[in-house]
């Protein structure tokens, strides 16, 4: 008896704390170590040291962070009044892609020019900045400068463009089916009345004092807008002034819109730059020439970029030896 005594009690000090079997004590302190250590893994990866050394090494992780960060950012339009206080304008603008969309409306019959096919070239987005200023003005055509509104340049590519003898019209931002990051100074939004729309539009002209008309940048949603585009054109007529629709929306209505209360207005036939490469940009420049020998006129719309303007400036004796003229758009509107 006394030997299974001692038997037992050093069973009892060779005894070991396990979990074994212990299920509740397991999962416990299992989801203890798994938020300890998932905390640790966030206060890590949030540290300036581990992320600059990280990054030091994998520079790319931060530019498809930054790029990440802005793509998601989307701002409902009725919760985007931005346009009403200064804002940081981006350096590179925004453009509002869209595929070619189907023709529903009938063209009105051209009257064939004398000189032959005609296409008029016009340049987006110009105001930002001028770095590009003395490259747009050394392409030797007669460029439709359209000018973004309430920005730094905005009057000075305005009054510089008018005094070398270049056509003015208002770049007008106009609310697209997505907005990605702030909205354009000066933007027309559809939640907006009659009044709000057509003070902004005054505004964004007094901007571009030498506008003698108008095109949309980006506007997907608001051209489609009907009613809209029509307290929109009442400022244009008073000031007899044309519309451009840029046709950025395969539903607009601006330019039949235009046509109801007859105001002179156009529509862009090829986007130049959709891509931001040489080669695609020639090849569009090739379409707009066929598509005005094949019609009378063609409208392309380019923007301002370094790339654009180069090609446009090396094609120029191109396109004169093809036998088309690059014109204004009142002088199309006069062919009409």
Known sequence: MARR????????????????????????LGAAIGIVGFWLAVQLANSPLVASIFLEKHPSIEVSRKISAQSTRILPSDLSPEYHKPIAVPVTPKIEKTAVPVEKEVPKAVIPSKQGPRVAIVIDDIGYHDRLERLLF????????????QLEFSTHFSREGKKRGYEIILHQPMEPEVQFGDSDPGMISTWMNKEQVQRMLKLDLSTVPDADGMNNHMGSKATENAKLMRWVFEVLKERNLFFLDSVTSAHSLGWATAQSVNLPHLKRNVFLDNED???????????????????????????YRQTTLDVLKRMAPKIKKQGVEV???KDLLKQQ
């Open 138 to 149: 050394s392409t030797k055509l007669p460029l439709t400068l359209s000018i973004m509104p």
């Open 5 to 28: 005594r001692r038997s037992r009690g050093g069973g009892a000090r060779r005894r070991r704390f396990s979990l074994k079997g212990n299920t509740p004590l397991t999962l416990f």
């Open 327 to 329: 014109v204004s758009l």
């Open 277 to 303: 490469n040489p080669k695609y940009i020639e090849n569009q420049i090739w379409q707009l020439l066929e598509k005005a020998k094949t019609q009378g006129f063609a409208i392309g719309i380019g923007h």
